[in-house]
């Protein structure tokens, strides 16, 4: 059994030692479902500037390597349409691999470590990140390739008939999604161990599946609302890009940058938001499984 989560200034911990009141952004106990989904933002607010740093550099970066490729692309292909469209699609989700795989690195260890009311930077978030580098990448691998498959199962049940087709969006497609969110259920606590407990990548995946345990139905329930909400803040923003594309016209480059700028601005929020709730929910399912929340009284006087 891990050792007890630190629950001073948590909902139901009672006073701290000094009795000085202490907030805590994430309460160290079980939470509700309406908790799952409401905590994760506040602990994304509480560390805004340094998640909004990170990904406004990884952005930039990001969009100056997108498109370049696409220049690269549209030069050796003589301009093609095809080619630089193929060129925007790869490069944008290398990108956005790219910048949701360091964000989860950042956003969880600041989030454990403003959960623990220890918050720390972005440079120790970063040196955090990189010494668990190696086991994130495959943790990060393994997710990517469970999503890769069941999409691909979708795709290859794809009709070609208009008839098919809508029924393959309002049936199959659904379902798919469905059976996604189940299988990564399973390991939606394996990142917060690897900086939490320091484990490897096959023991996190491991804990992660004994953790959720049962309650893998409901985890995954939990994040397709999550997905949900977030189609729902993301649709401002949308509006936004539309209201830009109007003024700039449907110019090629202009709207190529502006596309996969919106592409890779979604996929860092969305990022942020996950890992966010990533750690919300290792924290619940530890008070849940294991009893983190609670302080054994010492014979010293103090607690444990």
């Known amino acids: 059994m891990q050792p007890a989560a630190d629950t001073a200034g948590s909902v139901?911990?009672?006073k701290h030692p000094e009795e000085r009141p202490q907030i805590a952004?994430?309460?160290?106990?079980?939470?509700s479902f309406r908790e799952l989904l409401d905590v994760p933002f506040a602990l994304m607010q509480a560390d805004i500037r340094i998640l909004a740093g990170c990904a406004a550099v990884?952005?930039?970066?990001?969009?100056l390597v997108v498109a370049g490729s696409i220049g690269l692309v549209s030069h050796l292909t003589g301009g093609s349409d095809t080619g630089t469209a193929l060129a925007a699609l790869f490069a944008t989700l290398a990108a956005a691999w790219f910048v949701r795989f360091t964000l989860r690195g950042v956003t969880v260890a600041a989030g454990l470590a403003r959960a623990?009311?220890?918050?720390?930077?972005?440079?120790?978030?970063?040196?955090?990140?990189?010494t668990r580098l190696g086991p994130l990448l495959i943790t990060q691998l393994s997710?990517?390739?469970?999503?890769v498959a069941v999409l691909s199962i979708s795709a290859l049940l794809f009709p070609l008939t208009y008839l098919g087709g809508l029924l393959w969006f309002l049936v199959t497609y659904p379902c798919c999604l469905l059976w996604l969110a189940w299988l990564r259920a399973r390991h939606l606590a394996a990142v917060p161990?690897?900086?939490?407990?320091?484990?490897?990548?096959?023991?996190?995946?491991?804990r992660s599946g004994l953790l959720v345990g049962n309650m893998r139905m409901r985890r995954a329930g939990l994040r397709i609302c999550q997905h949900l909400l977030f189609a729902l803040l993301t649709a401002p923003l949308l509006g936004l890009v539309l209201f830009v594309a109007d003024i700039s016209g449907t110019h090629r480059w202009a709207f190529l940058v502006l596309v996969t700028t919106t592409g890779l601005l979604l996929a860092a929020f969305a990022e942020v938001v996950e890992s966010s709730a990533r750690v919300v929910g290792y924290l619940d399912l530890?008070?849940?499984?294991?009893?983190?929340?609670?302080?054994?009284?010492?014979?010293s006087g103090g607690r444990r």
Do not use: N
Request: overall charge positive; hydrophobic content about 45%; aromatic content about 4%.
């Open 116 to 130: 623990a009311r220890r918050p720390i930077g972005l440079r120790e978030s970063l040196r955090r990140t990189v």
């Open 58 to 63: 990884l952005l930039v970066a990001g969009e």
């Open 12 to 14: 139901g911990a009672g």
């Open 193 to 206: 161990v690897l900086f939490a407990e320091g484990a490897g990548a096959g023991a996190a995946l491991t």
């Open 143 to 147: 997710f990517t390739a469970i999503g």
């Open 25 to 31: 952004t994430v309460p160290i106990r079980p939470l």
């Open 286 to 299: 530890r008070c849940r499984r294991e009893g983190a929340d609670i302080r054994i009284p010492t014979a």
